[in-house]
């Protein structure tokens, strides 16, 4: 794309070094100069520990033909000088990309819990009804639920990588995407001009504060996507988390809302809810109708992510016996309450938060026998809010008979003073009851020597991830993986 197209959609405060009879052509978009390929522009990106501005020369070396940046460098080539790189890369990709969402009927979920499982939900849902659904997320991106996932960095992608994506889609002749939808993402403007038709609210609890310092923050994060919606949008709202009210106030009147819960009165509800070994059973009401719906989906956590996507489904104009079919033949999530093998149960799961942890914690006492133990291993991330370690402790010793402790993705703290902080929740530290390892390989070995066959076991924190990041290099580690080896 001509350079002069591109500036004239996007808001610039100067162009140096560009003269008006002057064709640039723009191949490709780039905040990366290790990976910058020639003929792409450059955004000047400033991040929590480098600032792109330092990396124009040699992204110009590279073969960069032009620069974004907010403010002028030594450097003889077009450079559009900008308020904030952050923001107006958004729009810089948008433009490049041709605005693919608006030719896209993009659905948006977001919360502190549930994104992963209600999208690939929902994805199920609209396949059942012949509807092709993409699907953007933390294990990567699809074009169907059949199709391996393309890697992700980022639970939602930086915008130039959201706008490709959302162009190939288009492209594949695909019009239906469901993507999660994070609060960096929408603090950070990835998803700017993404014209969402539906949003999905899950929860919101405490996680990220390092990031947002305050909930407050946290809630305002979040509730972009919603005052974005117009009249024709549609949003759902968890109609039993404590922020409902709030989110459901910063929504047009003009928008099309929808209610989901359990307890308080909503649009959508699940009633006569049955736990049993191998699922849930619940009655779902929705106007005059009910319909029961048998789900190979274990936890209360897994009644509100199912009807957050029975929700998704009715706005997309799919029937509920449909969707009572999609969902009764959907099996668990990759690292969402997987169940890795049984005798012992072993169950791996991601939850990284307080409330994340509580839930998969009572879901797995659903399943333990009574003569048996809950178990569960798990540590916290490093360089993370720290104030989320000793609730989590609390929250693993008063559910589980006996807990391992151990590191998660350390990254640059001391795993020692991360353990440290979860043990400051606790109100015993039993030597019967209360392990500390931090090698996540030697944990799980002790899981097993300290585990019978009628316990289950719980693995959580990394769930999916096939990585554990230390203070200098990210090894390959699967805590599925470590399972099959240490309890063949």
């Known amino acids: 794309m001509d350079l002069h197209s591109i500036i004239k959609n996007i808001k610039v405060k100067k162009v140096l070094n560009l003269k008006e009879d002057e064709t640039i052509d723009i191949k490709g978009i780039s905040f990366n100069s290790n990976t910058i390929n020639s003929h792409e522009i450059f955004v000047c990106l400033k991040g929590e520990h480098v600032d792109g501005h330092d990396f124009a020369q040699s992204a110009f070396e590279k073969g960069a033909i032009a620069l974004m940046c907010e403010q002028p460098l030594n450097i003889e080539i077009p450079q559009l000088i900008v308020e904030s790189c952050q923001e107006s890369i958004a729009d810089l990709a948008a433009t490049f990309y041709h605005n693919p969402s608006h030719e896209l009927n993009l659905m948006g979920v977001t919360g502190t819990n549930g994104k992963t499982t209600v999208a690939h939900l929902v994805q199920k849902i609209l396949e059942k009804a012949h509807k092709k659904c993409a699907l953007i997320g933390t294990l990567g991106y699809k074009l169907s639920s059949n199709d391996d996932y393309l890697e992700a960095k980022h639970t939602t992608p930086q915008a130039p990588k959201m706008q490709e994506t959302l162009q190939k889609i288009l492209k594949a002749d695909v019009l239906n995407v469901i993507t999660e939808v994070s609060s960096h993402a929408l603090e950070q403007f990835r998803v700017k001009n993404c014209r969402f038709n539906l949003a999905i609210f899950t929860n919101l609890t405490q996680d990220h504060l390092d990031y947002h310092i305050t909930m407050e923050n946290y809630f305002n994060a979040k509730a972009k996507l919603f005052k974005e919606l117009k009249e024709g949008n549609s949003a759902i709202i968890n109609n039993d988390d404590k922020y409902a009210k709030r989110f459901i106030d910063c929504i047009d009147k003009k928008v099309n809302l929808i209610t989901y819960g359990v307890k308080n009165n909503s649009d959508l509800m699940a ?51 449909t969707i009572k079919e999609a969902l009764e033949d959907t099996r668990s999530v990759a690292g969402r309450f997987e169940i890795v093998r049984t005798n012992p149960m072993v169950i791996v799961d991601y939850a990284h938060t307080p409330d994340g942890l509580e839930n998969i914690l009572r879901a797995a006492r659903e399943l333990t026998p009574k003569n048996a133990n809950l178990i569960c291993l798990f540590g916290c991330g490093g360089n993370r809010d720290c104030t989320k370690r000793p609730k989590m402790g609390k929250i693993a010793q008063q559910l589980c008979d006996k807990i391992i402790i151990t590191s998660d993705n350390p990254r640059q703290e001391d795993p020692q ?66 399972v099959v080896k240490v309890f063949q």
Not at 438 to 467: C, F, Q, T, W
Not at 474 to 479: K, L, N
Request: a negative charge; one cysteine or more; glycine letters at 6%.
């Open 271 to 321: 009633k006569n809810i049955e736990f049993m070994a191998d699922g849930v059973s619940f009655d779902c009401a929705w106007k005059d109708k009910r319909l029961n719906f048998k789900l190979h989906l274990n936890g209360m956590f897994s009644v509100y992510n199912s009807l957050a996507a029975i929700a998704a489904g009715l706005v997309n104009g799919i029937s509920l016996e």
């Open 417 to 482: 003073q991360i353990i440290t902080d979860i043990l400051s929740g606790l109100s015993l530290i039993n030597p019967k009851t209360v392990f500390v390892e931090p090698d996540r390989h030697l944990a799980i070995k002790l899981l097993k020597d300290i585990s019978g066959e009628n316990d289950v076991l719980v693995l959580a924190g990394k769930g999916h991830e096939n990585y554990q990041i230390l203070a200098d290099k990210t090894i390959h580690f699967d805590d599925r993986e470590e």
